[in-house]
T-cell receptor
């Protein structure tokens, strides 16, 4: 069964460093998303991406964040200068055009900022 | 911002019995709702969804009920199995392909 994959599974970085989290969405999906879950809190929406552009973003997704689809398979989230409060699980999700609403999630990347 | 609320952080049920997980919402613009299951160290797994124009959707052991007037939905699992033990999230959305707003989750434990 096709699935969303994410790498790395765990990323440790120093505050102020740049990180890139990578996702490979399901191959025929056209809508891509990033969510995050801070420990003990809700899963929160960050950004959605369709047709090579951002379609929605939340207040969390400020100038320190960017997304890119550099090729036909990868979808990346970059955090330019990480802060301690960026420590969280980051989930990538994707959706196809035929399904109205189901988003399929990857296993997540645990980001730890020291 | 508490657009989607799951007021019970945990629920324990005996194997074979019914599990009922509840969710309340405040955003009248939601036009569909989804339930996801999540195991530790994994991403949320889609279980079942319901459109706001329906009041029930069933898929095998899982049934979701929607009461729009009360802004309440529930997930019924019958019969419950030990493998169902996980955190269950409800989520609301409005418009196709748009963001999902999640509740805080309910930890379901099915006891053998």
């Amino acid at each position: 069964e096709p699935e969303v994959t994410q790498t790395p599974s765990h990323q440790v970085t120093q505050m102020g460093q740049e990180v890139i989290l990578r996702c490979v969405p399901i191959s025929n999906h056209l809508y891509f998303y990033w969510y995050r879950q801070i420990l003990g809190q809700k899963v929160e929406f960050l950004v959605s991406f369709y047709n090579n552009e951002i379609s929605e973003k939340s207040e969390i997704f400020d100038d320190q964040f960017s997304v890119e689809r550099p090729d036909g398979s990868n979808f990346t989230l970059k955090i330019r200068s990480t802060k301690l409060e960026d420590s969280a699980m980051y989930f990538c999700a994707s959706k196809d055009e035929s399904s109205y609403n189901e988003q399929f999630f990857g296993p997540g990347t645990r980001l730890t900022v020291l | 911002d508490q657009q989607v609320k799951q007021n019970s952080p945990s629920l324990s049920v005996q194997e074979g019995r019914i599990s009922i997980l509840n969710c309340d919402y405040t955003n009248s613009m939601f036009d569909y709702f989804l339930w996801y299951k999540k195991y530790p160290a994994e991403g949320p797994t889609f279980l079942i969804s319901i459109s706001s124009i329906k009041d029930k959707n069933e898929d095998g052991r899982f049934t979701v009920f929607l009461n729009k007037s009360a802004k309440h939905l529930s997930l019924h699992i019958v019969p419950s199995q030990p493998g169902d033990s996980a955190v269950y999230f409800c989520a609301g959305g409005s418009g196709s392909a748009r963001q999902l707003t999640f509740g805080s989750g309910t930890q379901l434990t099915v006891l053998p």
